[in-house]
């Protein structure tokens, strides 16, 4: 029970990363605040954790949105009266919007940015308090190799995953005195409906040959991205503060 009386918001945890980690949290104890603008997902998500004696809620918002954000730490604090653990997953890779940066269309840029990037500030800027309220806690950012290293195709998402490190960094620094550690991970080819969009779907991606070029020689699992995340949840993690752990099979080191 490594989360045990912590209460946990993920956001995008009706689906792949964010919903493997939803189910560990909360075996590990946690009370979870399942996040996600799909509600159907994320009902199953919650259903999946009740049935197993665990408890969450759902609540429906679009990280984007001020007035939704606002509303999910309202609720965490009216529900569960605390807040541990703000893990910011939610994102979105449009494969056939992004592109260079001479070809995407200022919506597709804006779009990109006010998910992947404003949902962070967003939940941030609502969450850390409420953190800092219950007496500390974690904050985990997402960021991908795409952060790292160059990859083309995806510029907009690119910048967002980027801007993500440097805005763990100046979090961590900033809040590690009020006890609120800020970290962040860095997934790649992890086996994810967002890996289908990314590369799987597009129809010049070679996966015998991404495969055959990545040192783990197979894809991530949500769970194994999850238990990193559990890691810098928890009390375990109390001196990682600012730290860009990157999860990825070795691919940004190949
Ligand atoms: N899968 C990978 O290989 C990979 C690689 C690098 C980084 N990542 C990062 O890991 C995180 C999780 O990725 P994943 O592969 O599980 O993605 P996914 O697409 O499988 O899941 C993302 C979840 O976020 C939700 N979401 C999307 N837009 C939202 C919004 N505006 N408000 C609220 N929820 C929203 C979706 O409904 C979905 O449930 C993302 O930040 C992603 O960028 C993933």
């Given at each position: 029970?490594?989360?045990?009386?912590?209460?946990?918001?993920?956001?995008?945890?009706?689906?792949?990363?964010?919903?493997a980690?939803?189910?560990?949290?909360?075996?590990e104890?946690?009370?979870?605040?399942?996040?996600?603008?799909?509600?159907e997902?994320?009902?199953?998500?919650?259903?999946?954790?009740?049935?197993?004696?665990?408890?969450?809620?759902l609540?429906?918002?679009?990280?984007?949105?001020?007035?939704?954000?606002?509303?999910?730490?309202?609720?965490?604090?009216?529900?569960?009266?605390?807040?541990h653990?703000?893990?910011?997953?939610?994102?979105?890779?449009?494969?056939?919007?992004?592109?260079?940066?001479?070809?995407?269309?200022?919506?597709?840029?804006?779009?990109?940015?006010?998910?992947?990037?404003?949902?962070?500030?967003?939940?941030?800027?609502?969450?850390?308090?409420?953190?800092?309220?219950?007496?500390?806690?974690?904050?985990?950012?997402?960021?991908?190799?795409?952060?790292?290293?160059?990859?083309?195709?995806?510029?907009?998402?690119?910048?967002?995953?980027?801007?993500?490190?440097?805005?763990?960094?100046?979090?961590?620094?900033?809040?590690?005195?009020?006890?609120?550690?800020?970290?962040?991970?860095?997934?790649?080819?992890?086996?994810?409906?967002?890996?289908?969009?990314?590369?799987?779907?597009?129809?010049?991606?070679?996966?015998?040959?991404?495969?055959?070029?990545?040192?783990?020689?197979?894809?991530?699992k949500?769970?194994?991205?999850?238990?990193?995340?559990?890691?810098?949840?928890s009390?375990?993690?109390?001196?990682?503060?600012?730290?860009?752990?990157?999860?990825?099979?070795?691919?940004?080191?190949?």
């Amino acid at each position: 029970m490594r989360l045990k009386n912590k209460i946990a918001v993920i956001t995008g945890a009706a689906g792949g990363i964010g919903q493997a980690a939803a189910f560990l949290f909360s075996q590990e104890g946690a009370r979870v605040v399942v996040v996600d603008n799909d509600a159907e997902k994320g009902k199953e998500t919650v259903n999946k954790i009740t049935r197993e004696g665990g408890k969450a809620i759902l609540v429906k918002a679009d990280v984007s949105r001020r007035d939704e954000v606002e509303e999910i730490f309202k609720i965490t604090r009216k529900e569960y009266g605390a807040l541990h653990i703000l893990y910011n997953n939610a994102a979105i890779f449009l494969r056939k919007a992004d592109g260079p940066i001479t070809e995407i269309t200022e919506e597709t840029w804006d779009w990109i940015l006010d998910v992947n990037l404003r949902g962070v500030f967003l939940c941030c800027k609502y969450g850390i308090p409420e953190i800092i309220r219950s007496g500390g806690g974690a904050v985990i950012n997402t960021s991908s190799s795409a952060g790292v290293i160059g990859v083309p195709q995806c510029d907009a998402y690119t910048a967002t995953k980027g801007a993500i490190i440097s805005l763990t960094r100046s979090l961590a620094v900033e809040y590690a005195p009020q006890k609120v550690r800020v970290n962040c991970i860095v997934p790649c080819a992890v086996d994810t409906p967002m890996l289908n969009e990314s590369s799987r779907e597009d129809p010049s991606f070679d996966e015998a040959k991404f495969l055959a070029t990545t040192p783990a020689r197979r894809y991530g699992k949500p769970e194994e991205i999850a238990q990193m995340a559990l890691f810098l949840a928890s009390d375990e993690a109390s001196y990682c503060i600012g730290g860009i752990f990157v999860s990825d099979g070795g691919i940004t080191i190949s």
